[in-house]
């Protein structure tokens, strides 16, 4: 009796870990590295929807068209930062001030999109920082400083 139930419950599992195998694409053939693989898949719809929420909140502050005051939003993922900044207005420069704050917090640029024509925009992840008392608060500081010295640096050569 004993067994015929262990055979179906055995089965049901198989049925399930096969199901995950096909949502998260895994061509693994063992159970351990379908649910590793799937784990992966979570982690990477993660930052997905981390990723969208960012742009969205671009798009409205850009509808909002605030005055010229920058955006900056910091987010923790796993051992590191995703970053995004959006101003209106762009200086020179901009782009290697906030990289050089990255810097001096030991943070490294894993990945990064940035335009910086007529407005500026940045998403860039960091990676995992050398200090270990960097948190989401400490590194919007440093961009929004980095964003204030690029801005003031320009007014005085304009000058």
Not at 28 to 35: C, E, G, M, N, V
Not at 80 to 94: A, E, I, R, T, W
């Amino acid at each position: 009796m004993m067994s015929r139930e262990r055979k179906k419950a055995a089965g049901g599992l198989h049925e399930k870990l096969q199901i995950l195998r096909s949502i998260s694409h895994s061509r693994a053939l063992s159970d351990t590295s379908i649910i590793l693989d799937a784990s992966e898949y979570i982690k990477e719809l993660k930052q997905k929807v981390v990723r969208l929420k960012q742009e969205i909140a671009f798009e409205e502050a850009g509808a909002l068209n605030q005055n010229s005051s920058p955006t900056v939003t910091v987010e923790t993922l796993g051992h590191g930062f995703l970053v995004n900044v959006f101003s209106d207005k762009s200086c020179p420069g901009l782009l290697v001030s906030i990289l050089e704050a990255f810097d001096e917090l030991g943070l490294s640029v894993l990945e990064a999109t940035a335009s910086c024509a007529d407005t500026f925009r940045l998403e860039a992840v960091g990676g995992e920082n050398q200090v270990g008392n960097v948190d989401e608060h400490v590194v919007k500081q440093a961009v929004l400083q980095a964003i204030r010295n690029c801005s003031e640096g320009g007014r005085q050569q304009k000058e």
